[in-house]
């Protein structure tokens, strides 16, 4: 049981870091009807990382909570495959002059 709660909790991180990353690059995107930008995702991981590794922070100062390399390691994983899923959403050949959302 304690194997599967730090599964659990672990695919929590990740999934919850990946939507941040993806709506991170749609709000440095725009409304910008070009195709996927390397600056936007750059923007949007770094700032994946800097907001894991301040949380890790606080959570060292909260006395029920630990922090963990390892958390900010997985929440900055999630932020990277957000922004490789954003690649492909946003590849030029799937952009019609609007955007898919």
Request: with cysteine; proline share 5%.
């Amino acid at each position: 049981m304690g194997l599967i709660n730090i599964c659990i909790r672990k695919a929590a991180h990740l999934t919850a870091y990946f939507i941040l990353g993806f709506l991170l690059y749609v709000a440095f995107r725009g409304r910008s009807t070009r195709p996927w930008n390397w600056r936007w995702s750059l923007y949007a991981a770094m700032v994946v990382v800097l907001w894991a590794a301040s949380d890790e922070l606080h959570q060292s100062y909260v006395p029920s909570r630990t922090a963990s390399i390892v958390d900010v390691a997985i929440d900055t994983m999630g932020g990277i495959l957000a922004q490789l899923t954003a690649i492909l959403w946003y590849r030029p050949d799937r952009i019609q002059g609007k955007p898919p959302y």
